[in-house]
T-cell receptor, first 115, second 110 residues
Framework: DAKTTQPPSMDCAEGRAANLPCNHS???????VYWYRQIHSQGPQYIIH???NNETNEMASLIITEDRKSSTLILPHATLRDTAVYYC????????????????FGKGTKLSVKP | DVKVTQSSRYLVKRTGEKVFLECVQD?????MFWYRQDPGLGLRLIYF???????EKGDIPEGYSVSREKKERFSLILESASTNQTSMYLC?????????FGPGTRLTVL
């Protein structure tokens, strides 16, 4: 079972920041928070991951609360192409070998960016 | 650009046919995965492989088998396709920080 809770859907105006929340109250100390997204009819795409510090890359920012029980993915200037289902996933750090590469996807948040 | 490719985007087969879904990655990854995705159920792991000729069952392996003869290629086999195997099939391989997915194969079994 997925260890995360996300709202089923959200809307965002084009050009505005999209803030997608995720609750992961049972996260353990060695588990990371990963975010992926899936645009319609495509395979999922990695966005970002973090442990406890805030992270930023060219796609998004990840804000993790101090108690690590929740996080927020921020798309700073959403475009129509950001319309997708966004998945928040909690798991141990990916490394080689065994089943540790498996991702457990929940139902995600369907983000609709509107003009 | 790194890539995971799948042999077909769309496939239509008849019940009882043997179906091969091919996946190739060009990143020299050791771990490769096959998922299926169905509305309301999310992604479910069918099989994975962590090395050539090595395979492990995922959560829903029944009705499927896999083959990994070369590092870059991971094949999913439906021995006798059934209508309940109509689904989107996604292949993935794992790098250091992320899992790379292919574009998916939408399989319809009539």
């Amino acid at each position: 079972d997925a260890k995360t809770t996300q709202p089923p859907s959200m809307d965002c105006a084009e050009g505005r920041a999209a803030n997608l929340p995720c609750n992961h109250s049972t996260i353990s100390g060695n588990e990371y928070v990963y975010w992926y997204r899936q645009i319609h009819s495509q395979g999922p795409q990695y966005i970002i991951h973090g442990l406890k510090n805030n992270e930023t890359n060219e796609m998004a920012s990840l804000i993790i609360t101090e108690d690590r029980k929740s996080s927020t993915l921020i798309l700073p200037h959403a475009t129509l192409r950001d319309t997708a289902v966004y998945y928040c996933i909690v798991r141990e750090y990916m490394n080689y070998g065994g089943s540790q590469g498996n991702l457990i996807f929940g139902k995600g948040t369907k983000l609709s960016v509107k003009p | 650009d790194v890539k995971v490719t799948q042999s077909s985007r769309y496939l239509v087969k008849r019940t009882g046919e043997k179906v091969f879904l091919e996946c190739v990655q060009d990143m020299d990854h050791e771990n490769m995965f096959w998922y299926r995705q169905d509305p309301g159920l999310g992604l479910r792991l069918i099989y994975f492989s962590y090395d050539v000729k090595m395979k492990e069952k995922g959560d829903i392996p029944e009705g499927y088998s896999v083959s990994r003869e070369k590092k870059e290629r991971f094949s999913l086999i439906l021995e006798s396709a059934s209508t309940n195997q109509t689904s989107m099939y996604l292949c993935a391989s794992t790098g250091v920080d992320e899992q790379f997915f292919g574009p998916g194969t939408r399989l319809t079994v009539l």
